[in-house]
């Protein structure tokens, strides 16, 4: 069986909705993915409120209730009756996002047991056949085969084969 | 640089030695590590006190202020400076080992960055050149060259290259 090695942040969960709710809950601003396009909404924040924003993420509420990203949990429910499924996300920058991540992957992706799920920095460290990740930097250390699952901040990275959504993680892949 | 992953349980922090604490201290009982050979210390267990000690793995503590392994921390520091060195544990299976292996981790060995911490279950996602672990079965899913680090309960595994302690791993690979 293949090995799939799947992101959380930004793939399976809608990190960047989960900003923008944050942004405007503890600073009332409206800040928008669009003009972030290429860049990281991070740098739209007027900057005396910036440390404040890196913060959130070491706030264990941020990652406990973060939103699905739509189609998520379908297809990758069925991508894990065709392929061995790993969750792969960069847990270890953040100390305070391990227990609410563990506890966000048992209450929506059930399907998925303690063994599929890594928490890890670097991605050099998985081996796998595919990859799908959001940041090129983790494909780039990767030695299978990685798809860039779209995020405003990717737009205008190339040289990987693109997937917009679940339903096209769906269409490449079963 | 070459790639090592290494286990912490029974290799780079003294798992037994923290079972045979907490045996004493919870159920006062001498337990045998000679005797246990091969097998584990938990079968030493009364029946009726084993459903208990299974629970200490989930205890904040238990993972706290667990003994480094004699020698770990000071040739880790010298593998560290020839070799890329991650630290892989099967934490996913203990909810409640995640925060004090981290902070165990920042505290020992502080030139392990966050970038090269796996929270782990199945080792067969670790793509590395060397692994290090006491269990074969973690071994058995790895790609690379696996050496097993004696641990009362490998000690009649066989099949491959025995560390027997971290001297011996120093004198292997450096």
Redesign the interface.
Known sequence: MK?I?IDMDGVLVNTPMQALKWIKREFGLDLDLKKAEGSYLFYQLPEELRATAIEFLQHPDYFRDIPVMENGVEVLRELSEEYEV?I?TA???F??S??PK??WLEKHVPFI??????????K?????DIMIDDHTFNLDNF?GEGLLFTQYHNVNKTGYKRVNDWLEVRDYLL
Chains 1, 2 share one sequence.
Do not use: L, M, P
Request: charge should be neutral; include cysteine.
């Open positions: 090995k090695a790993f792969t847990a270890t920058q100390r305070h391990f227990a563990f506890d047991d303690w063994k599929h799920i890594v928490f890890c920095g670097s050099s460290i998985i081996n796998a030695d």
